[in-house]
């Protein structure tokens, strides 16, 4: 059972109004190429998909994107296979998409970082949140969610959805405790007010097309960190990979901008370092809807299929070596 949807990092996605492939005159609505800044030690950056289906366009500008950043600076590229959704991950893809950047021509260091192999990891990062009372359990389904929201006149929209409007927060530890024995099950939500509590400081992180940004966790809610479904979120494994691979550059799709005021907060609650972020343009269809990995004769692997060269799709996504 999916409890909340989350924002999957490689959910990118792009303008793409001519499904020919014309190099010269592909009108993608891609700006804001990262500056490369002067770094004081070896950059290291990411791609980091979710073997969910084939990579689309979206993904290869994204993963290009962060190739770039290391390559141009004689950095570090790592690649991680984000697969801690079991029921959606296939290996399949996993072996897809790297055969697919491969073909782009990207190469990544070895090995290759799959979350599903560290689930204890995130575990023991969860249960110290838990030990300092960051995080309670939240036994709401999705409905009821949507039910105490439309009771009370509507919630603002974080990063996953409306905003929890708290139930779970205000129940006693008496009933906590006996729905837990119940065997009800439930997430984790971080308790944004305690967790804020904790970290007095202004949270500030540095954009490459933004410029400086002051993280406003407090407009995200309560957000679900372990999902009850399989055990841990995107968002905190993003924020514990990120610095435990060292990445100090994320490049991602603007798409994940609003997550970062999370993963901020985050980083100062586990004190981990904090990376530079590059969130770029996103890629559309010629709808204007975002890239979507169940349109095969889009993705990349079926763009190969019908003939399309390397180079074409480069210049169609305005990449150049
Ligand atoms: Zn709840």
Redesign the pocket.
Known sequence: MIFVEIPVLNKVSGELRDPACVPDRADLSLRDEPIVQPNFGTLVTRFAPSPTGFLHLGHAYSAWMAWRLAVQSGGRFLLRIEDIDVTRCRPEYDAALQDDLAWLGLRWEQPVRRQSEHLPEYRSVVEGLWSRGLLYP???SRAEIQREIEAAGGAPHGIDGPLYPG??RRLSADEVNARVQRGDPYALRLNLERALESVPVELCWMDLQRGDQRAQPEVLGDVVLVRRDIGCSYHLCVVWDDALQGVTHVSRGEDLFEATHLHRLLQALLNLPVPVYSHHGLLKDAAGKRLAKRDRAESLRGLREQGMCRENILARLRLHE
Do not use: E, V
Request: net charge neutral; charged share 0%; hydrophobic share 20%.
């Open positions: 939240c036994f709401c139930t779970c």
